[in-house]
């Protein structure tokens, strides 16, 4: 079973970047390269949305309100997916989560303790 770590959340300023990385633990195997992962956010009292997803040969989709300014990449030598996040606003504090995904971004694992991500100034 694939289990996933997320890291590199903090506190940005608006217009700043950010890179957050979802690890999948050794006990994973070789099954994450085949895995889609989505990454998600949960802002303060708002349900948990789908902000991009990766497939396993590489293609990815986003959300209309990141588009343009988040990248989600992975390196499957390394089992890790990132998101890079740049022009940040405020908008875009959350909890941010990563997980194996459907094609259609539903996520299909238990959710990890996810990383926090502030945009202020």
């Known amino acids: 079973q694939v289990q996933l770590v997320e890291s590199g959340g903090g506190l940005v300023q608006p217009g700043g970047s950010a890179r957050l990385a979802c690890t999948a633990s050794a006990a994973s195997g070789s099954g994450f390269r085949f895995s889609t992962i989505g990454w998600y956010r949960q802002a303060p009292g708002k349900q948990r949305d789908l902000v991009a997803t990766i497939f396993s040969g590489g293609d990815t989709n986003y959300a209309d309100s990141v588009k343009g300014r988040f990248t989600i990449s992975r390196d499957n030598t390394k089992n890790t997916v990132y998101l890079q996040m740049r022009s940040l606003i405020p908008e875009d504090t959350a909890v941010y989560y990563c997980?194996?995904?459907?094609?259609?971004?539903?996520?299909?694992?238990?959710w990890g303790q996810g990383t926090q991500v502030i945009v202020s100034s």
């Open positions: 997980n194996r995904a459907t094609i259609k971004g539903s996520p299909l694992g238990s």
